[in-house]
C-alpha cells in the first residue's frame, strides 16, 4: 500500500503550543514520513491515498488506567471475585475500548499478575488491536499503603492486585521478580489513609526504603510511578528520584520545589474524584460513607496547590484511574483535559501537551511518541472541530473522526457487553437497613 497524504486544516503536532494551519503530514509504513505546509508538500505518487481532515493531533497517552479493575465496584470486585485468567481476557475487550476513545498509548500502574504484560505482548504480536502499553505488575505495598485493605487476619493472599512487602529483602525481592516478568514499570502505594492525630497522612515507607526500592528499580531499567496523596509522601517520592508521582493533593510548597529537582511528572488524576463527586447517587455507599465528600474536599483542597505546581512549571501528564464503575473504560480517559483546564488554568493546548508529549516521555520507547514529526510513530487522531476551541469536543465520540496507530485506522465501534457478566460478582444484596422505621419512611408497608 502506498503513503497517506493527510491534509489537515488544522494541525496540532505537539512540539509546542502552536497550532498549524493547511499542513499535509505524509505516513509511510507506520510511520510520519513528512510534515509541512500543503502548498510545498510532496505530490502524491501512483498508489498513494489523500485524506482531508479539520483537526489532527496526536493520539492520547493516559498514564493511570487499570486494565484488572473490570470496571468494579468494590475492592472485594477487584481482587476477589474473579481469576488472573479471566481478568487478562476481559482487560484485552477492554484495552480495545480503550483505544476506540483516542488513548494509543496507555500506562497500566499496578496489575493483577502478568495481566498487563501479557495483553502487552499480545497487542505487540498483532493478535488484537489494542493500544500501546506500559505493563507492569502488582503495587509494591506496605501495612499503611492504600492497597493494603485485607484485614490482618486474612493476610494478603496471591491473587490481590498488591503486593505486600513488610522488609526491605522482600521489597526488593519482589521488585526484582517483576522486573524478571517484564514489566516497564512498578509502581508503589506510598500511602493510603492512615493519619497522625494532626490529620497528616502518614507515608507508608520511610525515605530510606523509598530510595532503595526506586534505586533498584531504576538499576533493573523500569520506571517507578507512586501512589501519593500525602505531603510525606510526595515528598519522600520526589527525593527519592520516582519517575511519576500520582495524585499529589495534599503537598506542600517545599514539595513542589523538591518534585522540580527530581524532574518528576506529575499526574494528578482528578476525573475519578470529580465524577464520584458529579455522579454518585443517594443510595450509592460513595455517598452513604461519605467517600463522596472527601473526595470533594480533596478536590477543594488539592486545587490550589496543584495550581502551584503547574505554575512553578512542573510537567503534568493527563491519568483518568480508568477501570472502576465511576470511570469506565473508553468513556472518561480525555476529562482529565477538561479538568486540567477548567480546575487548574491549563489552556487547551498545555492540556493537548499533558495528553500527548508528556505522557509519551514515560512510555517504553516514548521519544518515538507523542508528536508528529518525521520519524515518529503515526500515532494520531482525526477530529471534526478544534479542541483548542472547546476542550471538552476531545470527549464527543460524535466528532472523533478517526484513530490511527502507527498509521493504520483502529475500528471506533465498540463491542457492547453486560456489566453484570464481566464485573460486579460481588454478594451484596442490600444497600439500606430496613428497620420499622425505615420501611415506613419509604411508604412500603409494615406495622
Known amino acids: 500500500m502506498g503513503a497517506l497524504h ?6 496540532f503536532d505537539s512540539t509546542d503550543l502552536l497550532a498549524r494551519h493547511n499542513q499535509t503530514l505524509i505516513i509511510e509504513n507506520g510511520l510520519i514520513r513528512h510534515v509541512g505546509p500543503s502548498a510545498q508538500a510532496p505530490q502524491p505518487q501512483p498508489g498513494d491515498r489523500e485524506m482531508r481532515a479539520d483537526f489532527v493531533m496526536p493520539g492520547l497517552v493516559d498514564v493511570h488506567t487499570h486494565l484488572a479493575f473490570g470496571n468494579a465496584q468494590s475492592e472485594e470486585d477487584i481482587d ?13 475487550f477492554f484495552a480495545q475500548h480503550v483505544l476506540a476513545a483516542g488513548v494509543t498509548s496507555m500506562i497500566c500502574p499496578g496489575d493483577s499478575g502478568q495481566l498487563s504484560i501479557a495483553v502487552r505482548n499480545t497487542v505487540n504480536a498483532g493478535l488484537f488491536e489494542g493500544p500501546r502499553i506500559a505493563a507492569s505488575s502488582r503495587v509494591i505495598t506496605n501495612r499503611q499503603s492504600l492497597n493494603d485493605w485485607f484485614p490482618s487476619r486474612v493476610g494478603a493472599p496471591e491473587f490481590f492486585t498488591a503486593a505486600l512487602v513488610t522488609s526491605r529483602t522482600e521489597a526488593i525481592a519482589e521488585i526484582r521478580r517483576q522486573a524478571k516478568d517484564g514489566v516497564d514499570l512498578i509502581k508503589i502505594a506510598m500511602d493510603g489513609t492512615h493519619r497522625r492525630p494532626n490529620g497528616e497522612i502518614i507515608a507508608a515507607f520511610t525515605l530510606d526504603e523509598t530510595r532503595e526500592m526506586v534505586d533498584e528499580i531504576h538499576r533493573l531499567g523500569c520506571r517507578v510511578a507512586t501512589h501519593a496523596y500525602g505531603r510525606e509522601a510526595v515528598m ?8 511519576l508521582v500520582f495524585h499529589a493533593f495534599y503537598m506542600d510548597d517545599a514539595c513542589i520545589e523538591a518534585l522540580l529537582q527530581a524532574g518528576s511528572v506529575l499526574a494528578p488524576t482528578m476525573t475519578f474524584p470529580q465524577n464520584t463527586v458529579d455522579f454518585c447517587q443517594p443510595h450509592d455507599p460513595a455517598v452513604t460513607t461519605g467517600y463522596a465528600g472527601y473526595c470533594a474536599r480533596t478536590l477543594e483542597l ?16 493527563c491519568g483518568s484511574d480508568s477501570g472502576f464503575a465511576v470511570t469506565p473504560y473508553g468513556e472518561w480517559h480525555a476529562k482529565e483535559l477538561e479538568l486540567l483546564v477548567t480546575r487548574l488554568g491549563f489552556t487547551p493546548a498545555e492540556a493537548l501537551y499533558a495528553a500527548t508529549n508528556v505522557g509519551a516521555r514515560l512510555m517504553p520507547r516514548g521519544e518515538t511518541l507523542g508528536t508528529l514529526v518525521p520519524g515518529k510513530q503515526a500515532d494520531l487522531l482525526v477530529l471534526d472541530g478544534s479542541p483548542l476551541d472547546d476542550i471538552r469536543l476531545l470527549q464527543d465520540r460524535q466528532r472523533l473522526h478517526a484513530v490511527y496507530k502507527a498509521g493504520v485506522p483502529v475500528t471506533l465501534t465498540r463491542t457492547a457487553y453486560n456489566p453484570k457478566q464481566v464485573s460486579d460478582f460481588n454478594s451484596l444484596k442490600w444497600t439500606d437497613l430496613y428497620t420499622r422505621d425505615r420501611v415506613a419512611q419509604l411508604g412500603r408497608g409494615g406495622l
Open 6 to 11: 493527510l491534509h489537515c486544516s488544522t494541525l
Open 80 to 92: 476477589l471475585w474473579t481469576s488472573d485468567e479471566f481478568r487478562a481476557l476481559r482487560g484485552m
Open 236 to 243: 519522600y517520592a520526589a527525593r527519592a528520584g520516582v519517575d
Open 302 to 317: 488539592g486545587t490550589p496547590v496543584l495550581k502551584r505546581a503547574k505554575a512553578a512549571g512542573i510537567p503534568f501528564a
